[in-house]
């Protein structure tokens, strides 16, 4: 009835609603629940169910009760929704494997049947599975089964006591699955986020939830350990690098929601920098009597002035409002855009470029922004000037721009779709052409008049070589854009780094000197630096730091020579590492220990699969385990979310510092290998 899904004891934690599984009583003739592994060791033999009465026969009540067990249960994940069949058997079109009778579904519930069908009599207790069984029974027959092939029918559905409170049966029944047939997906009414009936939904969801967790005895100690871990000040304060600042947003038990802040670079590398704070966001909801939470801010070249972008509850949709630096205050007719799902960016002190909510037809089906404006500063936004335009069926359009003391580029970036784009460089007049690039490429920032792209997929440009997939390249934008057509690519374009079969680019940025790449292989990284040098060729350089787990790069400065990394393992605490610009990176910063990590140690292993691929997996547990250990299994694979060694201070602290152990696989889908994994 379930899929094995992670969650799943919680599932059916959830489904007995606060009872102990708890065997049949001896009036109804079951005997006690056993183990289903148990019961598949000693033959798959199940007790016979025929002669079980159920006690709930025809109560609509009940089955409607059932109904909201099957759901919580995920019973629907195997057998669909309504019962109509999915990855395990329908459930609605009488034909029984093991009986349809009553007692025989019981059995089939609450001792389980091999190849799948697990047992929950001594999870959920008799009464939860004789709901289940009521529900079951309940359910409309399809229209497309033949009655001639019903098997194991006991008795015709709603032959019980007639009478009110009962099951209907027959036409009625028919009538309604067919009503239910051509309704939309009965979940939808969950993607109203902020409607009131959702949210009730999942309040009621969290109350359960957090009930049986709050049950365990030892969960207001683990509670609070992890959040004094959540609100040490000790924690490494990382942030963004813009000229001679470190821009950081901090949030702690003083500051919940948050304070925005800065110091210089030198003062940054001191213990306990003396930060300059730019906002307070705890003060500035307070006063406003607004949920307000940080969702980032960009500064114009000269750090005049910043967006703010400032969302209501945490939603994807955002306020965005401009701030003087100076001042510490909202400017006063600057460039401000009411609640929205919006993009935009300082093309100059005095001019942004965005796409916001401007009416009917503006966003894409996906929800974003499908046009690009130009606004001066003290112009109406209704003056804005539109530049570029999407279609509906993209994801969506923004502007991009660059600063550095070279200049500045400006591009529209159309999002064909999630992982694929085009790219349009913007002119001096607000005009845009088409940059020579595949539909593959995904933009990673720009070193000087150098546009940094990583490939998704094998690129052959005209008159060029053929370049691979995962491969990390340039584009130098031209001084000047032909008349009439589209730049030629050949001539521009240079291949920094080619993975090979091992290794893959997870991470790029781009500062005033360099290009800096994370580059893992078999999983494990390395800070790879590329500098420019004569002739349109570029040196590549590798960064001493410590090998075996993962390195990010934490930020690059486009004004001047400085960036910044992390190296962390499963059992060695995040340190942060400073680059002067002159490639050799000194730690800077690091993560108290959160637990005793001197007993484990993490190995590295490869499972083959069915098709001959080697998939990596990392083992982190004890050093001489005693015998067997409790073992949590992660893997995601989706999305190209790589899975690379972490340190987790709660999972320390409550798991492997408890005997026991983690293994992380990087199965196919989050990109450790490159685009094509």
Known sequence: MLRSLPGLSLCLALAACGQHGAAPSEQSGAPPAIAYEAHLAAGVRVPAGATLRNPHEGDAAVAKNGASLFTAMNCDGCHGTDGSGWVGPSLADRRWRYGGADGEIFSSIYYGRPKGMPAFGGTVGTEAVWSLVTYIRSLPLPDDVPTESWVGEARAPGTGASGEGKVNSGQEQRQAHREHSASPDPYLWLEDVHGAKPLEWVKAQNARSAGILKADPSYHKDYEAILKVMDATDRIPYGDLEHQYVFNFWQDAEHPKGIWRRTTIADYAHSAPSWDILLDLDQLAKDEHENWVWKGAECTPALKRCLLHLSRGGGDAVVVRELDLAARAFVKDGFQLAEAKSAVTYLDEDTVLFGTDFGPGSMTASGYPRIVKLWKRGAPQSQART?????????GAQGVVFHDPSGTRAL???????FTAEYYLIASDGTTRQLPLPLGADLKGAQG???VFTLREDWTPPKSQRMSKGSLLTYRVPDRLPAGGRPEAADALAVLYTPDAHSAIDEVAAGRDAVYA?????????????RPAAGGKWSDSTLSLPAGGSTHIVAANSW?????FRFESYTTPTTLYADAGDGKPLPLKSLPARFDASSLRTEQFFATSKDGTRVPYFVTLGRAPAGPVPTVLYGYGGFEISMTPSYSPNFGMLWLSRGGAFVVANIRGGGEYGPGW
Request: hydrophobic share 35%; glycine share 10%; charged share 25%.
């Open 518 to 530: 994370s580059i893992y292989h078999d999983v494990t990284g390395a800070i790879h630096v590329f």
């Open 412 to 418: 529209v970036e159309r999002d064909v779709g999630f």
């Open 560 to 564: 001047g020579p400085e960036a910044q």
């Open 387 to 395: 530049i570029y335009e999407g279609r509906q069926s993209d994801v």
């Open 449 to 451: 008049r150098n546009l």
